[in-house]
Nanobody, 124 residues
């Protein structure tokens, strides 16, 4: 599975961004999807995950109520809608997927395919 993340950029605190992750190489509907982020000097952190059919979602505590993950089967793309952005959301954001048919999870080690990352910078 190849993953291509995009949509990052510079935004002021309180603003919004939508990240996209386009998948190719395999049947998109067979894969749960997730987003992680890594800030400078910090470990990679779980952000959100969505099940293969989109019926189940998970969020990290720091983004609950502000971020929304969704998927579009027609476009083989998963999205991360980010609202009310804060300076502490500044990080490189990565999309990832576990092995085929595995459930959505918050556990990083379950993810085996990773995109290249997209930078999100939130200014105060």
């Amino acid at each position: 599975v190849q993953l291509q993340a995009s949509g990052g950029g510079l935004v002021q605190a309180g603003g919004s961004l939508r990240l996209s992750c386009a998948a190719s190489g395999q049947t998109f509907g067979n894969y749960a999807m997730g987003w992680f982020r890594q800030a400078p000097g910090k470990e990679r952190e779980f952000v959100a995950a969505i099940s293969r059919r989109g019926g189940t979602t998970y969020y990290g505590d720091s983004v609950k109520g502000r971020f929304t993950i969704s998927r579009d089967e027609a476009r083989d793309t998963v999205y991360l809608e980010m609202n009310d952005l804060r300076p502490e959301d500044t990080a490189i954001y990565y999309c990832a997927t576990p092995h085929r048919a595995r459930p959505a999870t918050m556990t990083e080690k379950a993810y085996v395919y990773w995109g290249q990352g997209t930078q999100v910078t939130v200014s105060s």
